[in-house]
């Protein structure tokens, strides 16, 4: 943010989400998760530990909720009140929902997060002066804070040999969250440019998509009609932008898509399609 | 009708007995003077070993977690900034409505606003994960171009504290240039060196006064709009967002009447202490105690009126998270902290409405601790409810802080002691040439009311306060 920028740009800037905002996109990066497939297998969340060097940070802090999760699987009780198995657990795998109107990135102070031109929020580790505002004021609480430096305790020697090159480790202070494995896209849309073509459907892949054992999660470009996400989303009637009707507006059973905190008018990037069940 | 209204001040009073009874409070202190100064300097170090351990290990040491990502040390900052307040209220807002009642109490309210600035302003580069890189919130030169991102109330807080600091203790040291030359003119050694380049050569010339006069009121007018606007903007920080509890359009006003509302209370409890121990009995006078008592007891209600105003409006919004916070804040875990900061708040103030309590210095101080033991806990209730429990149930906790974020609450009260305690052995904490200006304006009106009598003219008797000499 320079202050050319801001001055030759200035009604850009504040435009707002309702218009489109003022980014001119070269993808809208989504997710599909059907929660009828997922089984709460915690794959997702391991991967991403592995594919984004995500701190281990221990039972007791966990316990305190320190932990640096990046995608959790959330468990929810159908019938709180009966025994284990009847109970009827519900899974929710959530991560950064990549909002289109997102409200941490108005927020930070230093403006350390911000939006790309692929439709996330990226974080700028070393912008970051750790103020954790944007925590504060994300709805889904998907951001984590490095409240400690994990580096000795997490990885002692050998394990920081297996840490991922692509992508940095984080010290303490500094605010965290999932990118949708932003250094494969990076990776891929390079590769394509050097192809001097376009980034095909499924060419990018998460390293929770890929490890999900039922392939509950799809991810792909929503600007390309021809993606797997596109169709999906469009088959569920869950369009872009703020203002959507939400679930419980739309008639039809067979439309489970929504997107959580649809009446909030952030514009998330993930699509959750509802579970089907039997009568409960 | 008529009410035989008591004197704020003992007309007769002599100058030269205000001049000696105010540099008296000047002299080498007493013993429980140095104690007293101990236990901040104390209470200040263990607030400083705290934030070497929150420094060197991380903020996890403070019970910090994925929710709370603020917690006391922000309501402790919110508390602070509005402490300061009063002071403005006392030296800025009184001095224009012409109340000059305030004269003998406003001197140690302003340096109460700006020690408590400087309290507040520690807060928020404490609580930051990178504190080394405070200064990328300020719009610097940088050669790469980079600029704070000015959507941010964060990037406003800086400002707005860092300007109402800057005229708040520019306001303080103005306002006490004719103190300082009668403090140059009646001590020896490094006081009289300091005061001499203090008073920047203050030699109570026609002149002198007509310049200071001016400059007076041009920053009285520049701070009032600087005291709303500093705690709007830290009610900006909850009410920009889009929590629960937070998001709320009354927040500026409730902030500013807490503040008002805490800096009076702290300006009783100041009061009482400075008339017992330094045996200001004449010039903080149980009539001004009573002023003072029946402002706070004004602004006690218009915070009440807003908490009404915040309960119905999310009681009546039906916007769910809300309503269940609000729920749970009177009922959950948090509810004894809850009721207790009504209780303090809303109802203790009734106290104040009663002339005996009034003049009793005793239940005052008490009532005054107590005051603000509320506000504290407003301020607490603003922060951590909501995070305990926002939109996302999965994330809803509940947490109470560490040993380590104890500590450093607990030594920013050292902090303020030890600045104030310093303030009133080294600065007069009452103004003497304003308590000369009261006494003679007192004094001269007096003359005009018998004057007025005697010869039958029912002419309106006005006070004035500015333009005169002392």
């Known amino acids: ?280 | 009708m008529t009410m035989v209204t008591e004197k704020d001040i003992n007309e007769q009073i002599a100058w030269a007995k205000i001049n000696t009874d105010v540099l008296k409070s000047m002299e080498n202190p007493r013993p429980a003077y140095w104690v007293t100064l101990a236990v901040c300097i104390a209470m200040v170090s263990t607030a400083v070993v705290a934030e070497y351990i929150q420094y060197t290990v991380g903020m996890g040491t403070a019970n910090l977690n994925n929710p709370h990502m603020w917690d006391m040390y922000i309501a402790a900052f919110v508390f602070w900034i509005g402490m300061s307040h009063s002071g403005t209220l006392l030296s800025a807002i009184l001095h224009l409505i012409h109340a000059d009642w305030r004269k003998p109490i406003y001197r140690f309210a302003e340096a109460m606003t700006t020690f408590s600035l400087l309290t507040a302003g520690i807060f928020p580069m404490i609580h930051l994960g990178r504190v080394w890189n405070l200064y990328w919130v300020l719009p610097y030169v940088s050669d790469r171009g980079i600029w704070p991102n000015f959507r941010s109330p964060l990037v406003w807080d800086a400002f707005a504290i860092t300007t109402y600091l800057t005229a708040s203790m520019l306001f303080l040291f103005v306002g006490m240039i004719p103190d300082l030359a009668i403090c140059r003119d009646n001590t020896t050694g490094w006081r009289k060196k300091l005061y001499g380049i203090l008073a920047l050569g203050w030699i109570g010339s026609d002149r002198q006064w007509r310049h200071f006069r001016k400059i007076y009121l041009l920053m009285a007018c520049f701070l009032i709009p600087l005291a709303v606007s500093v705690h709007s903007i830290v009610s900006a920080d909850f009410a920009m967002s889009i929590m629960p509890g937070w998001h709320i359009t009354s927040f500026p006003p409730y902030f500013v009447a807490g503040a008002l509302y805490s800096g009076c209370a702290a300006i009783i409890t100041l009061f009482i202490l400075l008339r017992y121990f330094f045996r200001f009995e004449d010039y903080m006078t149980l009539p001004i105690m009573e002023k003072t008592a029946k402002l706070t007891f004004a602004i006690a209600m218009v915070w009440t009126y807003l908490n009404l105003i915040e309960f119905a409006s999310v009681w009546y919004g039906h916007d769910v998270y809300n309503k269940e916070l609000l729920i749970a804040k009177a009922t959950g875990a948090y509810a004894w902290i809850f009721w207790i900061m009504l209780f303090c708040g809303s109802v203790l103030p009734f106290a104040l409405a009663f002339r005996k309590l009034r003049r009793h210095m005793p239940t005052m101080f008490v009532v005054s601790l107590f005051l603000n033991l509320g506000m504290f806990f407003e301020r607490w209730m603003i922060v951590a409810p909501t995070l305990s429990m926002s939109q996302e149930p999965h994330q809803w906790d509940i947490m109470y802080g560490s040993i380590v974020e104890w500590a450093i609450v607990f030594g920013s009260f050292g902090w303020f002691g030890m600045l104030f305690l310093i303030f009133v052995k080294v600065f007069p904490s009452v103004s003497m040439y304003e308590v000369k200006e009261m006494v003679f304006h007192r004094k001269r009106s007096a003359g005009e009311e018998d004057l007025a009598r005697m010869t039958d003219h029912a002419k309106p008797v006005t006070q004035t306060t500015g333009g005169g000499s002392a």
């Open chain 1, 1 to 280: 943010m320079s202050l050319d920028n801001i001055l030759n740009h200035w009604s850009d800037y504040r435009k707002g989400a309702e218009e489109g905002g003022h980014h001119d996109y070269e993808h809208r990066w989504a997710m599909a998760i059907n929660l009828d497939l997922c089984i709460g297998c915690n794959a997702c969340s391991t991967a991403c530990y592995a594919e984004n060097n995500l701190a281990v940070v221990g039972k007791e802090k966990f316990e305190k909720g320190q932990a640096m999760h990046w995608m959790r699987i959330e468990r929810y009780w159908d019938q709180q009140e009966l025994e284990h198995p009847e109970q009827g657990a519900s899974f929710l795998p959530m991560m950064c929902q990549q909002c289109g109107a997102a409200t941490c990135e108005p927020v930070c102070p230093v403006a350390a997060t911000y939006h790309t031109p692929d439709g996330l929020n990226a974080q700028v580790y070393n912008r970051c002066i750790g103020s954790r505002y944007c925590s504060n004021n994300c709805p889904f609480r998907v951001r984590y804070f490095n409240f400690y430096s994990y580096y000795e305790s997490s990885w002692p020697e050998p394990m920081e040999q297996q840490l991922n090159p692509d992508i940095s480790v984080r010290d303490k202070g500094v605010m965290e969250k999932c990118t949708f494995c932003m250094q494969r896209i990076r990776t891929v849309k390079d590769k394509a440019f050097m192809e001097d073509r376009k980034v095909k459907d499924g060419e990018v892949v998460p390293a929770c998509a890929q490890s999900c054992p039922t392939s509950a999660i799809v991810f792909g470009d929503t600007m390309d009609d021809g993606s797997m996400v596109s169709k999906l989303w469009k088959k569920h009637q869950v369009e872009r932008g703020i203002y959507q009707k939400t679930k419980l507006a739309k008639k039809d059973a067979d439309l489970r898509g929504y997107r959580i905190f649809e009446e909030l008018n952030v514009d998330p990037s993930v699509m959750y399609l509802e579970r089907v069940r039997e009568d409960i």
